[in-house]
Structure formats: C-alpha cells, structure tokens
C-alpha cells in the first residue's frame, strides 16, 4: 500500500480498489491517464475546492490533494490546508494531458498551478521537463545578457544524454545534459556543454531560488579532463522562465554576486521560453 501511495498518492478509495482488484501499475497508469485531462482542465477549481475542503463529487481528485501547512504566525499554533500535486508521476501524467489542451486551458493551467506556493513545485517540475524536450530537439533559444556580455545570444540545443553521479561521460561536444534529482547541483537544471564554452541554465517559474554557485563547481568537477580546461570566463549561467519581465528580474539579482573559484564573476542571462508560444512537445527526460 505505501509503494502505491508514493506512485500514485494517498486517496484511501483508490489505493483500496487497486489492492482489491490486484491492478498491475500499466492497468492503474490507464486509469489515472483518462482522468488527467479532466484535472487540467479542472485544475483552477479544484484548487479553490480543496482550500475550501468542498470537493464534488465528480472531480478529479486523484490528482489534487489537500494536505496541512502551518500558519506564518506561529503564536496561532494553526494548521492551514494547502492544495498539491504529491508524486512525479502524477506531475508526469499532467504534463502529458496538458499538451493537448488548448493555450487558454495551458495558460489557465499554469497560473493556478504558480500562484498557491504548495502547487508550485508541480508546476515547476512540468515546465522544466517542457524545456528540456524543446532543447534536446535541437530548437533555438534567445539569451539576453545582463552581466559579462551584450545584446543577445541565439543558442541551438542538441542530443540529450544520460548521467551518474560520478562524471558526465560523453563521446565528443555539443550535448545537452540535465542534472541528476537531489541536492548536488543546486541551482542548475541543465547545461549546453560545447568545445570552448559552457551554457548553465537554472529553469524556474519562481523568483526565489539558491544559488547556483555550488552547483557550477559540482558540474565542473565532473566533466571530462578537456572540458574542464574551460576557464571560468567561458561559463554562462541563464535563467529560463515563461514571461520576460519576471525572468530578467531573476537575472538581475544575482548581477555582481556570482563568483567562481577563481574570483571570475560569471556571466549571467536569462531566456524567455513560452511552451504555449513554442509549441513544445512534451516528453519526460530519464534524469533530473
């Protein structure tokens, strides 16, 4: 019951039937599958049901879940509920209904999945996957330069490889590498490796996240013996977001505060990728 759980979340009526008719995880993948488009299109008012513990009975809850979040004020000793989305797989199976809705449901979508700070991992984890399908397809995307460099960047993506932990093998350059899950590469979704410079990209809808810097020197310590000549000079950290405004807002925080081992100040960009301008399809990477 507590492997079902972690896969497909806690619902005691659904974990309780899949036990009960002895489902295979394919069998159960079809059944949350013909409901996942239901809950994106559903997706705002389920959000304001679950705040307001007023489900129907017909919604897709399989998908949402309400669970307990503590009250700012700690003095109120409160117990607050908050809507979210608990499982990769569940994100994974509402990124793949989402691409065949239309741009106001995905707008829609997105908004009401960015605004409840307890839905915005989910919401983060669908985009992310969104820009790596778009990038490892060999599209192009924009940098604009806010430190170390001027006017703009256009940038070609590539071939999408595997990783471990230990080192990033691959035969030659350029190749587009997603970080692992977990804490090593803090800050770093992903990175275009070329022959003489190196392309880090932090993709988030949030304006709030750590640094990078750690996870530059974990990602660098891993490359291969020539890659690592690499001076940090040649390194560029972009962020990548949907809107323009916020993205480059984002950037320019970390203007001036970003410094590799050797005091070089990294330069730093950001990178509007809209996935419903783009027309992304959406696929799940093997790794990050």
Same mark, same amino acid.
């Given at each position: 019951?507590?492997?079902?759980?972690?896969?497909?979340?806690?619902?005691?009526?659904?974990?309780?039937?899949?036990?009960?008719?002895?489902?295979t995880?394919?069998?159960?993948?079809?059944?949350?599958?013909?409901?996942?488009?239901?809950?994106?299109?559903?997706?705002?008012?389920?959000?304001?049901?679950?705040?307001?513990?007023?489900?129907p009975?017909?919604?897709?809850?399989?998908?949402?879940?309400?669970?307990?979040?503590?009250n700012a004020?700690?003095?109120?000793?409160? =117990?607050?509920?908050?809507?979210?989305?608990?499982?990769? /797989? %569940? +994100?994974?199976? *509402?990124?793949e209904?989402?691409? #065949?809705?239309?741009n106001?449901?995905?707008?829609q979508?997105?908004?009401?999945?960015?605004l409840?700070?307890?839905?915005?991992?989910?919401?983060g984890?669908?985009?992310?996957?969104w820009?790596?399908?778009?990038f490892?397809?060999?599209?192009?995307?924009?940098?604009h330069?806010?430190?170390?460099l001027?006017?703009?960047?256009?940038q070609?993506?590539?071939?999408?490889?595997?990783?471990n932990?230990?080192?990033?093998k691959?035969?030659?350059?350029?190749?587009?590498?997603?970080?692992?899950t977990?804490?090593?590469?803090?800050?770093?979704?992903?990175?275009l490796?070329?022959?003489e410079?190196?392309?880090?990209?932090q993709?988030?809808?949030?304006? =709030?996240?750590?640094?990078?810097?750690?996870g530059?020197e /974990? %990602? +660098?310590?891993? *490359?291969?013996?020539?890659l690592? #000549?690499?001076?940090?000079?040649?390194?560029r950290?972009?962020?990548?977001?949907?809107?323009?405004?916020?993205?480059?807002?984002?950037?320019?925080?970390?203007?001036?505060k970003?410094?590799?081992?050797?005091?070089?100040?990294?330069?730093?960009?950001?990178?509007?990728?809209?996935?419903?301008?783009?027309?992304?399809?959406?696929r799940?990477?093997?790794?990050?």
């Amino acid at each position: 019951m507590t492997t079902l759980a972690k896969e497909w979340g806690g619902v005691p009526r659904s974990l309780l039937y899949f036990v009960r008719r002895h489902l295979t995880d394919s069998q159960i993948g079809s059944i949350y599958t013909r409901t996942a488009s239901k809950a994106v299109q559903q997706c705002q008012e389920m959000l304001s049901s679950l705040q307001m513990n007023a489900i129907p009975d017909d919604a897709p809850s399989q998908f949402y879940f309400c669970e307990p979040r503590n009250n700012a004020e700690p003095s109120m000793q409160r =117990r607050l509920p908050g809507a979210s989305v608990p499982t990769r /797989t %569940l +994100r994974r199976l *509402l990124g793949e209904a989402l691409q #065949k809705q239309n741009n106001f449901v995905k707008r829609q979508f997105f908004h009401a999945l960015h605004l409840p700070a307890s839905t915005r991992q989910a919401a983060g984890y669908i985009y992310k996957s969104w820009f790596h399908s778009y990038f490892s397809a060999g599209k192009h995307i924009e940098c604009h330069w806010v430190q170390g460099l001027d006017g703009v960047s256009s940038q070609a993506g590539t071939n999408l490889i595997d990783t471990n932990w230990d080192t990033v093998k691959v035969e030659k350059t350029p190749y587009h590498w997603v970080a692992p899950t977990g804490k090593n590469f803090p800050g770093v979704d992903s990175a275009l490796i070329l022959a003489e410079e190196i392309y880090v990209f932090q993709v988030t809808i949030s304006t =709030r996240h750590e640094s990078p810097k750690d996870g530059l020197e /974990t %990602l +660098r310590a891993r *490359l291969p013996a020539d890659l690592k #000549k690499i001076p940090w000079r040649a390194w560029r950290v972009v962020f990548v977001g949907v809107d323009d405004s916020k993205i480059k807002t984002v950037a320019n925080k970390w203007v001036g505060k970003l410094f590799a081992t050797d005091n070089t100040n990294i330069t730093i960009g950001w990178s509007e990728v809209d996935p419903v301008v783009k027309d992304i399809t959406y696929r799940v990477c093997k790794v990050g």
